[in-house]
């Protein structure tokens, strides 16, 4: 949304979000902790970080520490790119209910077992670390739920989602044409690939995204206080 209504970063926002296909994504997962290598960029993920508890992966920028609003955890802490894997599914939708069930009963318990919580509190930043076994089996647990986000990896199906969405199920399903079919728009001082139907996509996902939203809703939504250059910002 940000490349085709405002031509770059939406000014009041504080994220931004790449998606890729599995195969695209695990391929990015399994090269560039060597790329990044004594660079100041960390690709977390849930196995390079036992206290990150999300199904995706966030590229940090080491040099800044951010608190984050209504999402206080141990995981390690930067200033981010969030990167979703878009997940074939099946065109039946009992096994879309099924496949999405089961990951969110899988991603409620990994984000309780992680120590997510909403607010910050002296016993929590009092509490030592997790025993060997325990982080164990929530990695476990991490690895059951890839094995559902990836059910259909091998199918011939022809739709892919974003499991992890916080849209209605329906919203974030993209064909393989809308997937592979591109263009090129600006976005800041860069020629960005965007899918050439992505009228349709961000009507889907947003409604009239060429809209503003009012005024009051103009605000970051994630960054509470960000620390970079030896500098606090709220």
């Known amino acids: 949304m940000g490349a085709i209504r405002h031509q770059g970063f939406i000014p009041w926002d504080d994220d931004m979000d790449i998606g890729m296909t599995r195969a695209d994504y695990e391929t990015f997962a399994q090269y560039a902790p060597e790329k990044l290598r004594g660079d100041h960029y960390f690709l977390q993920t849930a196995y390079s970080d036992d206290n990150y508890g999300f199904s995706y992966m966030k590229l940090l920028d080491r040099f800044t520490y951010i608190e984050e609003k209504g999402n206080v955890n141990n995981a390690r802490k930067g200033v981010f790119i969030d990167i979703f894997p878009f997940d074939r599914i099946p065109d039946d939708p009992s096994q879309r209910r099924s496949q999405i069930t089961r990951f969110k009963l899988l991603d409620s318990r990994i984000i309780l077992k992680a120590g997510y919580g909403l607010i910050d509190t002296p016993l929590r930043r009092h509490k030592s ?106």
């Open 129 to 234: 670390e997790p025993a060997p076994e325990k982080i164990e089996d929530l990695t476990e647990l991490k690895h059951q739920r890839e094995a559902i986000m990836r059910l259909y990896e091998n199918s011939h199906f022809n739709f892919y989602k974003n499991l992890a969405s916080q849209y209605g199920y329906d919203r974030e399903i993209l064909s393989g044409t809308e997937l592979t079919n591109l263009t090129q728009v600006p976005f800041e001082y860069l020629q960005v690939n965007v899918p050439t139907a992505y009228d349709a996509i961000l009507t889907r996902v947003y409604g009239d995204y060429m809209s503003l939203p009012p005024e009051n809703q103009r605000t970051e939504k994630h960054i509470s206080r960000l620390i970079m250059d030896n500098q606090v910002f709220y």
